[in-house]
């Protein structure tokens, strides 16, 4: 299974983006999705993860800002980015933590990336 992220782009302050998350074939189960980022210089961090019963968690530097959202029928994954910031430029990837079939065992899928900048 490979993970297709795309959204991502150029965009002033305060502007908003939508990144996307499609997988490439389909998934036995996939427990939880996620969206991570990283900034040059600094460690991959969580931004936001959602359980397959909608569940949602957010970091704290992107509450009230960004949303996560999954349609479990296609496998995909979104990540609404509202009133963006200049620190909120990185690189983001997106994960699936799932079986691939019945008889495999729960794994980590990454997605390569897609970059956001956020800058005048």
């Known amino acids: 299974v490979q993970l297709q992220a795309s959204g991502g782009g150029l965009v002033q302050p305060g502007g908003s983006l939508k990144l996307s998350c499609a997988a490439s074939?389909?998934?036995?189960?996939?427990?939880?999705m996620g969206w991570y980022r990283q900034a040059p210089g600094k460690q991959r961090e969580l931004v936001a993860t959602?359980?397959?019963?909608?569940?949602?968690n957010y970091a704290d530097s992107v509450k009230g800002r960004f949303t996560i959202s999954r349609d479990n029928a296609k496998n995909t994954l979104y990540l609404q980015m509202n009133s963006l910031k200049p620190e909120d430029t990185a690189v983001y990837y997106c994960?699936?933590?799932?079986?691939?079939?019945?008889?495999?065992?729960?794994?980590?899928?990454w997605g390569q990336g897609t970059q956001v900048t956020v800058s005048s």
């Open positions: 074939g389909s998934m036995f189960s996939v427990n939880v």
């Open positions: 994960k699936y933590t799932g079986q691939f079939r019945y008889y495999t065992p729960v794994y980590d899928y």
């Open positions: 959602i359980t397959s019963g909608g569940s949602t």
